[in-house]
């Protein structure tokens, strides 16, 4: 049974983690659902917009399950726990659609994480951010101590990692973290999301890709990504693709 679901509403998809029991904790499954419908997402051009939420008031997520990785061994933690969910949260993080973290309670460890990898994160008035992760003998894996150290003062980022201290929502709003703190805040990540409605598709995705290269979400492939739609466009791609398939010698136009 599927513990991530996706739902598809138009330009509105939301991906939703359900497993409630243990407070939205990450399985193995889950991971793999969240890789398959990042995938699904950027080939749907009608999605305007990605909200990412959970069942349950409590908590968004706990991080991953300690029964999930408990008992591997130290080359199976590393070698595919931590790269695996590294990378996936990363695949997250590079969707060309904007996504938007519905935090309607606590975001633990890999849930915190989870909350980085999107664009904006709305949060209520009780939430909590923390990385609890040195309490159980580990560290970070699934980028908090690289991508969040991008998205928040080294010190506070010092104080959760090293310190175990937790975050509210108004010091997190002041941090610029979160981008509004709401007692609903699903209504207001739905407002936020409706205004691209009124934005260009191809030049939100560009300003998401050169904003990622500047801060240096992978800026090789967003890089990459940005000089391949310019040539895509031009007629010199064009011309190379036609004499490819005639047999011929290309006479590029310089266009």
């Known amino acids: 049974m599927s513990q991530l679901h996706l739902h598809l509403n138009g330009p509105l998809a939301e991906l939703r983690l359900d497993n409630p029991a243990k407070m939205n904790a990450f399985t193995v499954a889950m991971l793999r659902q969240l890789e398959g419908h990042c995938d699904l997402i950027d080939n749907r051009p009608e999605v305007r917009a990605v909200l990412v939420t959970a069942e349950g008031p409590k908590a968004f997520c706990t991080g991953a399950d300690i029964g999930a990785w408990g008992g591997l061994s130290p080359a199976e933690f590393s070698r595919h726990w931590v790269r695996d969910g590294h990378r996936i949260f990363d695949r997250l993080a590079r969707l060309s659609k904007p996504t938007i973290a519905v935090l309607q309670g606590h975001a633990f460890g890999g849930g915190l994480e989870l909350a980085a990898a999107c664009d904006l994160r709305v949060m209520a008035p009780k939430a909590t951010l923390a990385l609890p992760e040195a309490g159980v003998g580990i560290v970070p894996g699934w980028s908090g101590t690289q991508r969040l150290a991008r998205l928040i003062p080294e010190p506070?980022?010092?104080e959760m990692a090293l310190f175990g201290r937790r975050i509210g929502a108004e010091r997190a709003h002041a941090l610029g973290f979160v981008a509004e703190v709401s007692e609903t805040p699903r209504e207001v990540a739905e407002e936020i999301a409706a205004r691209l409605a009124k934005t260009s598709p191809r030049a939100t995705e560009v300003a998401k890709?050169?904003?990622?290269?500047?801060?240096g979400e992978d800026r090789g492939a967003m890089v990459e990504a940005l000089g391949s739609g310019m040539i895509a466009?031009?007629?010199?791609?064009?011309?190379?693709?036609?004499?490819?398939?005639?047999?011929r010698k290309p006479e590029f136009p310089g266009t």
Do not use: T
């Open 233 to 247: 466009a031009s007629d010199d791609r064009a011309e190379g693709v036609a004499a490819f398939l005639e047999k």
């Open 209 to 215: 890709y050169m904003i990622h290269a500047a801060v």
């Open 156 to 158: 506070v980022l010092k």
